[in-house]
């Protein structure tokens, strides 16, 4: 068994699934429609910068947890938008399972 032909069959496994198609033709979607994807952009990034101040022991700014939350409200008001946020989380648990599974079966989890 070679590793890295194992790797590339998990790789076409993956997105040949169902929660990568999905979450790939969304993206495409979102992508012609500029407005919505730089709110998503925005979000992600609001998100990221929650998150990494979390990180670091720091209380996130009231403000940038209102901003977040005033997108997350923009963005659910257009049900492309919440489709491609479901898919997309979906996909994230799939991939998390996967490293979960890689994880255990080497002993770290």
């Known amino acids: 068994m070679n590793v890295y032909d194992e ?3 998990l790789a076409k496994a993956i997105k040949e699934s169902t929660e990568f198609q999905q979450f790939d033709n969304l ?4 992508e012609k429609d500029e407005t919505t994807a730089q709110m998503l952009k925005d979000l992600q990034a ?7 101040a979390q990180m ?3 209380e996130p700014s009231a403000e940038a947890i209102t901003q977040m939350q005033s997108l ?3 963005i659910a008001t257009k049900p ?7 898919a ?7 991939v998390n399972d996967v490293f979960g599974i890689l994880g255990e079966a ?3 989890k």
């Open 7 to 9: 790797a590339h069959s």
């Open 27 to 30: 993206r495409k979607e979102i």
């Open 46 to 52: 609001k998100q990221m910068e929650i998150q990494a």
């Open 56 to 58: 670091t022991g720091q």
């Open 72 to 74: 997350a409200t923009m």
């Open 80 to 86: 492309l938008a919440a489709q491609y946020m479901q």
């Open 88 to 94: 997309e989380a979906a996909f994230s648990v799939m």
């Open 106 to 108: 080497m002993g770290m």
